[in-house]
Every structure is written in structure tokens, then in C-alpha cells.
């Protein structure tokens, strides 16, 4: 997530938005790790485990999962995992849609 937030400073004005959803369900913990990161974006609770949003509504099968969305909802890119350098390709994507 940290390495998501330069990308969304620089296109927020532009309609970026980023929503991330904690899987732990631990509110503590994801309150603390958004505080001590400085992390701007909307962030969820995945939910009890038979609330669950992330695996039972959205079907995701691990952690990090992103999609990308374009203004109508349609999702366009889909990253299952993440690495670092992921980003640039993320932000080629994100660029190709908000130029649309």
C-alpha cells in the first residue's frame, strides 16, 4: 500500500481513487498501519468470517489482490500478488483510463 500512495496523490485530482480492504478484520491493527504509513485512501473491513466482503462477494482468493476500475465500473486490470515495481504497470493501466 505504500508504494500505491505516490500513484494516488499524483491522480486523485484526475477521479483516481483507491479503496483497500483489510482481510484480517482487525480493526486495530489496520488502524495503526494506516496511521503509522500515512495512507490517504479509503480503506474496508473485510467483515466477520460469515460477513466476509472480500471472499464471499468479491471471490478474491488471496491477499493482495487488485482490480482497476474503470469510471463505469467495469473492472479493466486485475493483479493477483503484488511486488515492488508492480507499481509502474499499475500506474501505465490507471493513466490509459483516466485518459479515456
Do not use: C, S, W
Not at 9 to 25: L, M, N, S, W
Amino acid at each position: 500500500m505504500p508504494l500505491l500512495k505516490p500513484i494516488y496523490e499524483k491522480y486523485r485530482d484526475k477521479g483516481f481513487e483507491i479503496v483497500a480492504v483489510d482481510y484480517k478484520h482487525d480493526t486495530e491493527g489496520a488502524l495503526k498501519f494506516i496511521e503509522e504509513k500515512d495512507l490517504p485512501f479509503v480503506f474496508l473491513e473485510n467483515g466477520a468470517e460469515d460477513e466476509e466482503v472480500a471472499f464471499n462477494i468479491f471471490g478474491i482468493q488471496g491477499f493482495p489482490t487488485t482490480y482497476i476500475i474503470d469510471r463505469e465500473g467495469k473492472i479493466m486490470f486485475y493483479h493477483r500478488g503484488f511486488r515492488a515495481g508492480n507499481e509502474a504497470q499499475m500506474e501505465e493501466e490507471i493513466k490509459i483510463l483516466l485518459e479515456e
